[in-house]
């Protein structure tokens, strides 16, 4: 009997255990109260958990769900209208399914938390509902969040923790008024992120660093705040991505592939590291942009901000712009495509020579720098705007040609523009050439595309002998005298001789002669008669006449040939063998004095025609100039005319003067540069000043003088003394009364200027 109790309890607790594995169909009906584990709530009665089902529904309910504990379900609806409070508990449940709903959570400081039960590849069926509250999914493996639609209102977080894949909201955009995060820790996963869309009122914050892949966007992602993703040996594909608030970071490292489309990126900074980049149609604006890799391919993007890029192999640019200063190595590169535009530096680092695709535009209004030595086969163009230049820094070699828009080039003699057999110019204008040394290579007559920077002033080669032949040109700005060619220096045969600017034109390799041909561009009435005109050559004592070989143009614009070909080279110019072409300003005469704790400017002029001004240039290193003033010019003038200007403040220590000569027309040259040096304190102390007969002059410290000289206002000296004592005093009673300026040589060398006042 005992025997046959025992096996029928052993049947009965089997039975017990098996119809408790079976899984009950929960519907909630409130009836009693809100509470979720009341189970009075439920039809069945009881309370639903393991491997139940639940619906919540949508309509006849009082009391909506209120959760008070953490529960594990196996599948969880919620019908369109249904409402719960999730208290801040956590909810596992491997089906969820949601159309319409609200989800709350009433306990401060916890989230609405989803999680999943198995590791296989699940699915949550998400539309149109709204989560009021901090809201967290959390998943082992595979997720799927199926739908769209719905309202996040608060921070929203996606986190997976092996491998797998999850695709969040792959169809129709939702709202996310918080920040959202999707987090990857474990395992490599591939995820999808709102390939329709999704509108974030907050932050973006994608991590990855175990690998996989990640797609984000297709259609538009709007995020207010800031982007963060930051991954590793992952996938990237990101498409239409846009944010508003600038200070996140891209970092994509280590990546077998990256593609970055239709994006509009504010970013403190964009870095990648991968094997292949491909990088379309965006808009980038980052503190700093760094990208490398074996094959890069941007096109048609907007690059704001500090850039760095290093190609291993292949390498196409195309379309591009880019308004920051640009570094762009090239290592290795089997090939390379370059077509950009760039507003900035460009530090171009290269062991080969360019492809014959390349073209490279500087466009903007600031001036930008072409770092490092390089050869360009294609096309280089010049479109800067208000003058701005681009400063070779390096030697720029071209095999095809520049197109001179708008803009300049700036060479210098280690930096120059460097033309091989071949290369043409394609356009030049005033508005538009080379300001400095210019180099032809080869056998083919060529035009030099140089001028003053406001004046196109060319000059022409016929074809030298020899493919090796290297000749340069460079216009210069400024007085043939006060560069020390003295243009009184001349032969018989000239009577003028252009002293505003002439041409530096070298023979650098070669011994083929080729004629000259200068390109002057003058003001009206300068040139009267080109019959007249000569090309002058300083031959290093005076200015020889090279004849008239032919002129073209007008009389303001044109060119003069040399009558034969050209054996010596060095500076030429222009001349005139009689009067009827006066040429311009004529400065004769340009110094610098110290007058107390100022400095005072003096300057001469023996002819001028049409001169309208002059400006005063000060600089502190010779390379950055202020205008301090202008002096009006006489405009018309055939004799001896003075000028001065004092400089009341000049800087302690070494200033540097430069006089800018101006035209009526616009047109200018510069002076030589005049320094002065001062010190803090002052050699020589002058009283009375004013002065009605006698001067008195002290010297500090026991310095000696060699010589005082008082010159008047047109510049003449009127009295001279010399190696004689100071003591008594310089007699001043025979001067007019007047202003003078009052010279004082010392043995070491130094002069100060002092302004005196001659008064009765």
């Not at 709530?41 to 919540?56: E, F, L, Q, Y």
């Not at 900035?344 to 014959?356: A, D, G, H, I, P």
């Not at 535009?361 to 096309?379: A, I, M, P, R």
């Not at 950055?624 to 405009?635: F, G, I, P, R």
Request: hydrophobic fraction near 35%; charge should be neutral; include cysteine.
């Amino acid at each position: 009997m005992l025997h046959t109790f025992t096996k029928f309890s052993f049947l009965l607790l089997f039975l017990l255990i098996g119809f408790s594995s079976y899984a009950v169909n929960y519907t909630w009906t409130g009836q009693v109260s809100t509470d979720w584990n009341t189970a009075g709530n439920w039809s069945p009665a009881g309370k639903p958990g393991g491997v139940d089902n639940v619906t919540i529904p949508g309509a006849g309910i009082t009391n909506w769900p209120v959760m008070s504990a953490d529960v594990v379900l196996a599948k969880l609806v919620f019908n369109s209208g249904s409402q719960i409070d999730t208290k801040g508990v956590n909810i596992t449940v491997n089906d969820l399914q949601m159309t319409a709903a609200t989800v709350n959570n009433s306990q401060p400081g916890t989230l609405i938390h989803f999680s999943k039960v198995t590791e296989e590849i699940l699915t949550y069926t998400i539309n149109s509902s709204t989560f009021n509250g901090n809201t967290q999914f959390s998943t082992g493996s595979g997720q799927n969040f199926v739908g769209g639609a719905n309202h996040f209102i608060g921070n929203t977080k996606f986190l997976t923790t092996a491998s797998g894949g999850m695709s969040i909201f792959s169809e129709n955009a939702s709202v996310f008024d918080g920040n959202v995060e999707v987090e990857c820790i474990n395992g490599t996963t591939m995820v999808r992120m709102f390939i329709w869309g999704a509108t974030i009122n907050g932050n973006l914050t994608y991590t990855n660093l175990v690998g996989g892949r990640m797609e984000l966007g297709t259609f538009p992602v709007n995020v207010s705040g800031t982007i963060n993703i930051d991954l590793l040996s992952t996938v990237a594909i990101i498409r239409k991505i846009t944010n508003t608030t600038a200070g996140g970071r891209i970092s994509i490292k280590n990546s077998p592939e990256v593609f970055l489309d239709q994006s509009n990126l504010k970013l403190a900074a964009l870095d990648i590291g991968d094997i292949y980049c491909r990088i379309t149609s965006n808009n980038i604006k980052a503190d700093a942009i760094e990208i490398s890799g074996n094959s890069l391919t941007f096109m048609a993007n907007t690059f704001d901000g500090i850039e760095k890029t290093i190609a291993y192999n292949d390498c196409t640019l195309e379309g591009n712009k880019h308004l920051g200063n640009v570094t762009l190595i090239c290592t290795g590169v089997t090939s390379r495509t370059i077509r950009d535009e760039y507003s900035q530096n460009l530090t171009l680092q290269s062991s080969y020579m360019v492809y014959n695709s390349d073209k490279i535009s500087f466009v903007g209004s600031q001036n930008s720098t072409l770092k490092n030595s390089q050869t360009w086969n294609d096309e280089m163009i010049i479109a800067k705007t208000n003058g701005a230049r681009v400063i070779l820094d390096g030697a720029c070699t071209t095999k095809g040609y520049i197109t001179f828009n708008s803009g300049y080039i700036q060479s210098s003699s280690v930096s120059p523009l460097i033309y091989l057999a071949n290369a043409s110019v394609n356009s030049m204008s005033n508005n538009s050439h080379v300001i400095g040394p210019v180099h032809k290579i080869g056998n083919e007559a060529f035009t030099f595309p140089i001028g003053s920077g406001t004046k196109l002033t060319p000059v022409t080669i016929t074809a030298p002998s020899s493919v090796t032949d290297e000749f340069s040109a460079e216009y210069i700005a400024s007085s043939p005298t006060s560069n020390g060619y003295n243009t009184s220096s001349k032969a018989g045969s000239i009577t003028n001789v252009y002293n505003s600017g002439f041409w530096d034109v070298k023979r650098v390799a070669g011994s083929s002669n080729v004629s000259v041909s200068l390109g002057y561009n003058v003001p009206a009435g300068y040139i009267t008669n080109q019959s007249k005109l000569r090309v002058a050559h300083w031959n290093g004592s005076i200015w020889e006449d090279l004849g008239n070989g032919g002129t073209s143009g007008s009389l303001t614009v044109g060119t003069v040939t040399t009558a034969t070909g050209v054996t010596t080279f060095s500076p030429f110019t222009i001349a005139s063998t009689d009067a009827s072409n006066p040429l311009p300003v004529k400065l004769v005469k340009f110094s610098v004095q110290k007058e107390n704790e100022t400095a005072l400017l003096q300057w001469s002029t023996t002819e001028e025609i049409n001169s309208d001004r002059f400006e005063i240039e000060h600089s502190t290193d010779a390379r950055k100039w202020e205008k301090l003033s202008e002096v009006s010019a006489a405009e018309e003038s055939k004799s001896l005319f003075s000028y001065h200007f004092t400089h009341l403040t000049p800087f302690p220590g070494s200033n540097y003067y430069r006089l800018k000569m101006v035209d009526l027309d616009g047109s200018f040259a510069y002076s030589k540069i005049e320094t002065l040096k001062l010190s803090s304190l002052t050699q020589t102390i002058v009283y009375p000043n004013p002065v009605a007969d006698r001067l008195f002059i002290n010297t500090a410290n026991g310095m000696n003088t060699s010589k005082v000289e008082i010159i008047n206002l047109v510049g003449r000296r009127v009295l001279l003394t010399e190696g004689s004592s100071l003591k008594s005093g310089i007699n001043l009673s025979k001067l007019p009364v007047g202003i003078y300026f009052l010279n004082v040589s010392f043995s070491d060398g130094q002069i100060e200027t002092h302004k005196i006042f001659v008064s009765r």
